[in-house]
């Protein structure tokens, strides 16, 4: 049997606050993070409330309603590899505790974000809490 | 050197509790883990968090787990510990699907939970927090 679950060498959690305002069509880019950004990233997680109520710096976190209004697009170099993707996906709770996989991919992270597609569910100040699997090149 | 990637297969489990104590107990409090010296020089390949009824922190979602290797590098920074709680019964956590590793030499002793948003003191002194299951493999 293939193995479809990633093996974690390194892991690092990220924090995208939505800011003192929201609005629909809003993006808000990941902060700079020098083990992202020189790493080779393969799996990308998402969490919600229910998984991780208070982030490291202290704010809420969007519940799983609320991440159901939000997609990401993940950027290598200049080019949108991965574009507008819903971020339920990437909740493993959401998909029966699955990891979802990249291929190795050197994130620009600086240039990636998050899109509010609907402000339902949000609230300012929230924070969507990513987690990163990568490897150092 | 590299560890028997064979995740299905135990080769060595250890069970690690965090405990309480009275110097901690805060939001955003740190616990550390017990020194661990059987683990320098091996590989962890899967790492549960367990579930019963005497555990402090199992499902819930107000703890973290910060990872590091005795070069003092950071290898898991801040994963959710409700990520790791395994019970194959549940539709939660991980819902059975153990998550695995490849992490080597880790310092315990340096390494921690950080509980947060309790509403006040965790547990009473003494008390286990969180019990872990983890599993080492034998390098090739």
Redesign the interface.
Same mark, same amino acid.
């Given at each position: 049997m293939e193995l479809i679950q990633p093996v974690t060498q390194r892991y690092i959690s990220l924090e995208v606050n939505l800011g003192a305002t929201i609005a629909q069509g809003k993006t808000i880019a990941f902060n700079y993070t020098p083990d992202v950004q020189t790493g080779l990233i393969y799996c990308v997680r998402a969490y919600s409330q229910t998984d991780w109520a208070l982030s490291p710096l202290g704010n809420t976190v969007v519940t799983t309603a609320g991440l159901a209004n939000i997609v990401v697009t993940l950027v290598v170099g200049d080019d949108e590899e991965i574009q507008q993707y819903p971020l339920t996906d990437f909740r493993p709770a959401s998909n029966s505790g699955f990891l979802r996989l990249l291929n190795n991919k050197k994130l620009n992270l600086v240039k990636s974000y998050i899109t509010i597609l609907s402000t339902a569910a949000l609230a300012a100040n929230q924070s969507v809490m990513f987690g990163f699997d990568y490897k150092n090149q | 050197m590299r560890p028997v990637?064979n995740?299905r297969e135990y080769a060595r489990i250890e069970t690690v509790n965090v405990v309480t104590d009275r110097n901690n107990l805060t939001d955003?409090g740190k616990y550390y883990f017990p020194q661990l010296p059987q683990f320098y020089g091996k590989w962890i390949?899967t790492i549960a968090v367990n579930n019963t009824g005497l555990i402090v922190l199992d499902n819930q979602? $107000?703890a /973290?787990i910060v990872l590091k290797n005795r070069r003092g590098e950071?290898?898991?920074?801040?994963?959710?510990i409700?990520?790791l709680w395994n019970d194959p019964t549940q539709?939660?956590?991980?819902?059975?699907?153990l998550?695995?590793?490849?992490?080597y030499d880790v310092d315990f002793q340096n390494s921690y939970i $950080?509980a /947060?948003?309790m509403g006040g003191p965790i547990g009473a002194p003494g008390q286990v927090l969180t019990q872990f299951t983890i599993n080492t493999s034998t390098p090739k």
């Open positions: - | 990637l995740y955003f390949t979602p $107000q /973290y950071v290898l898991i920074n801040k994963m959710p409700r990520e539709t939660t956590g991980n819902f059975g699907r998550r695995m590793f490849e992490l $950080q /947060y948003d």
